[in-house]
Nanobody
Framework: AQQLVQSGGGSVQAGGSLRLSCAAFGLTFSGGCMAWFRQAPGKEREAVASIYASGFFKIYADSVKDRFTIFRDNAKNTVSLQMNSLKPEDTAIYYC????????????????????WGQGTQVTVSS
């Protein structure tokens, strides 16, 4: 089956760190891109970060720059999100997403362009 399977997440105090991972099964993303989004209760889904399948050209939402890092492991066909200096406002359900093809014209922070989605993972940051 073609699917994205997420792992990681959980609860942490403000200032702490968490890592999310997303493994792709039955999918190859040569020439594609992957991303992380999040959705807090009562809010719209928002982009967090995106990366090309090659591992290059990372982009981040302003709210997470210098705190979060997206990275790719091509050998394992995974994309991960390292989250440091977490804040209570980072609390949300986080989703990984992927699509192919992907190029400079792709609106990589637009959830509507992604084809495949993970199941979602809760991240809770307490003050």
């Amino acid at each position: 089956a073609q699917q994205l399977v997420q792992s990681g997440g959980g609860s942490v105090q403000a200032g702490g760190s968490l890592r999310l991972s997303c493994a792709a099964f039955g999918l190859t993303f040569s020439g594609g891109c992957m991303a992380w989004f999040r959705q807090a209760p009562g809010k719209e889904r928002e982009a967090v970060a995106s990366i090309y399948a090659s591992g290059f050209f990372k982009i981040y939402a302003d709210s997470v720059k210098d705190r979060f890092t997206i990275f790719r492991d091509n050998a394992k066909n995974t994309v991960s999100l390292q989250m440091n200096s977490l804040k209570p406002e980072d609390t949300a359900i986080y989703y990984c997403a992927a699509r192919a093809p992907c190029n400079s014209a792709t609106r990589r922070l637009d959830p509507g362009v992604y084809i495949y989605w993970g199941q979602g993972t809760q991240v809770t940051v307490s003050s």
